[in-house]
């Protein structure tokens, strides 16, 4: 078997194991389930057979890699949202990071003293950090 | 492939997936450099995941092939943690109240059978789309182009609704407010608000169907506000109050999120930030590039088609000029028919590349107004991006 041939194979390999568990590799398909095959009639009708209309959101089991300020990080901050709005973002500065955790705390609410503040600083900073300054951030964004 | 670039794609297709726990969606910190992600959320297809909890899903840029985005890829923004995902339409009502003489309690089938149905074809665009372009970078979504549809919106038109509540002389504005829920006492419920001539100017609307369909849950299902030309904060997803005010509205997300600088184009210096802000509001004009994708192969003396999509605030587009060798000459792209002022409008050029080597793609769009794109932009949000596109492709 050619380096070639395995790739396909084991990239088919991987696509029915993907799609055995109800995600599709070929993207450019559109979605074979849920609304888009609904009736207009059935779904907004609460005289209808499913007047209640529920979705069960994905879990996302979190892993956070070891690093100053885990546990603060662990305990404080993921109960309003993933580590994923951390991770989606650049490299940030100190002066950046620093500002997103007083903004959580100051403005969101969120339950933590300024040394907690600065110890989730160290953790952001240790999994998605840069040297140097930036801009602090503002709201809504 | 050997075995580490197999088990490199493993990890970036969603590893999670292989121990068949059909709900997850693949391991969160380790993915710092790995390429898109795609996943599957209830009623979506395969979109770009940015966070799982509350989601924020990005179109992958292909489905912008079309005039209208389907609803299963049309993206998802939501801000806090407590999403709507069930909905009794036996006991869900729109109230509308404050303000007026005779409040309601609204039934979707009251919606549907009492008032006159609209539709409109509309374009709604988060404010932070393309975020993740602008230099220096700023906090927020990194989005690129897909935080954006076109969709046909169809419902009743908000005017109709405050008419039957009878609007006190001496309102001022209207509030929105939907299901979703803060996870914190302390963190402000998600409300907006638009002046009350602007909630009654017979455009802004609230839908219960995309293109014809009910709403997928994570788009707003059973009700969302549609703004015409305004941007995506305003559509209130999963609404559920509209308030008259005999006062100016305020809150954390106006007075505060969702602002930008007083001045053109909501542009700032990273030096010098605008000390006057206002509330975000109607869309600039700007122009995203559909086609050549970002890895297609293009080839010396093979036509290409280049395809892209162009809307604004609702004025209209009136031209598109696209550049193939990085701005030193332009020349118009053909436009699409128009399908509705706050759609977005199509548009498509034939261009044969002559030699090899690497090519700077760009679009420029002016709307009827006059207004147009240019070279440089920024704030401190990372707001209404849109500087004319530089897409670079390789040829041969």
Redesign the interface.
């Given at each position: 078997m050619t380096?070639k041939t395995?790739?396909v194979v084991?990239?088919l390999g991987?696509a029915a194991?993907?799609a055995?568990?109800?995600?599709?590799?070929n993207?450019?398909?559109?979605?074979d389930h849920?609304?888009?095959g609904?009736k207009?009639e059935s779904?907004?009708?609460?005289?209808g057979d499913s007047?209640?209309?529920?979705?069960?959101?994905?879990?996302?089991?979190?892993?956070?890699?070891p690093g100053p300020g885990r546990d603060e990080f662990v305990t404080a901050c993921v109960?309003?949202?993933?580590?994923?709005?951390i991770?989606?973002?650049?490299r940030?500065s100190r002066t950046?990071w620093l500002?997103?955790v007083q903004k959580m705390k100051d403005?969101?609410?969120?339950?933590i003293s300024d040394e907690q503040a600065l110890r989730i600083t160290d953790y952001l900073i240790s999994?998605?950090g840069k040297a140097g300054t930036?801009?602090?951030?503002?709201?809504?964004? | 492939m050997n075995r580490r670039g197999f088990l490199q794609l493993l990890g970036a297709t969603g590893a999670a997936a292989l121990t068949c726990s059909c709900n997850r969606i693949g391991s969160v910190v380790g993915t710092l450099s790995s390429p898109v992600s795609l996943v599957r959320f209830p009623e979506k297809t395969e979109m770009i995941l940015l966070t799982d909890r509350p989601p924020q899903l990005e179109t992958p840029l292909h489905y912008f092939r079309q005039d209208l985005t389907p609803n299963e890829a049309f993206f998802v923004r939501w801000h806090l943690e407590g999403v709507p995902t069930s909905v009794d339409l036996r006991t869900f009502r729109l109230n509308v109240s404050g303000h007026v003489r005779q409040p309601l309690q609204l039934s979707v089938d009251d919606l549907r059978s009492q008032f006159e149905s609209i539709s409109i074809i509309a374009v709604n665009q988060c404010s932070g789309n393309s975020r993740s372009f602008f230099e220096p970078r700023v906090p927020g979504g990194q989005w690129k182009h897909g935080a954006v549809g076109n969709a046909k919106w169809t419902g009743v038109s908000l005017r109709s609704i405050l008419d039957r509540a009878q609007v006190k002389s001496g309102a001022v504005d209207v509030s929105f407010n939907g299901l979703d829920a803060p996870p914190l006492p302390s963190v402000s419920d998600f409300v907006k608000a638009l002046s009350i001539d602007h909630a009654r100017d017979g455009e802004v609307m609230i839908a219960y169907a995309m293109n014809d369909q009910p709403l997928p849950m994570l788009n707003g299902f059973p009700l969302r506000l549609v703004v015409p030309g305004w941007y995506g904060t305003y559509w209130v997803k999963a609404l559920s109050d509209v308030t008259v005010l005999p006062r100016a509205f305020s809150n954390f997300w106006t007075d505060k999120a969702y602002r930008i600088p007083n001045g053109p184009n909501g542009t700032e210096s990273p030096k010098h930030l605008a000390k006057d802000t206002v509330p975000i509001n109607r869309f600039n004009v700007r122009s995203i590039f559909v086609r050549p994708d970002p890895d297609e192969i293009l080839h010396p003396g093979m036509p290409i088609e280049i395809e892209g999509i162009a809307f604004d605030s609702g004025y209209g587009i009136r031209r598109v000029e696209v550049s193939t060798d990085g701005g030193a000459t332009w020349a118009d792209a053909r436009l699409d028919p128009e399908i509705g002022k706050y759609s977005w409008r199509r548009w498509r050029t034939y261009w044969t590349p002559g030699n090899h080597g690497l090519y700077r793609l760009m679009a420029r769009a002016t709307n009827a107004a006059g207004d147009t794109q240019s070279n440089e932009q920024w704030n401190r949000s990372g707001f209404m991006w849109n500087v004319i596109q530089q897409v670079d492709v390789k040829v041969g």
């Open positions: 380096s395995k790739s084991l990239s991987l194991l993907v055995g568990c109800g995600r599709p590799s993207i450019s398909k559109e979605a849920g609304i888009a609904a207009m779904m907004l009708d609460s005289k007047p209640v209309h529920t979705i069960a959101m994905p879990h996302d089991e979190s892993v956070f890699p109960v309003c949202h993933s580590p994923r709005y991770t989606m973002q650049p940030f950046t500002g997103e403005v969101y609410g969120a339950h999994i998605n930036g801009h602090k951030g503002t709201y809504g964004e | -």
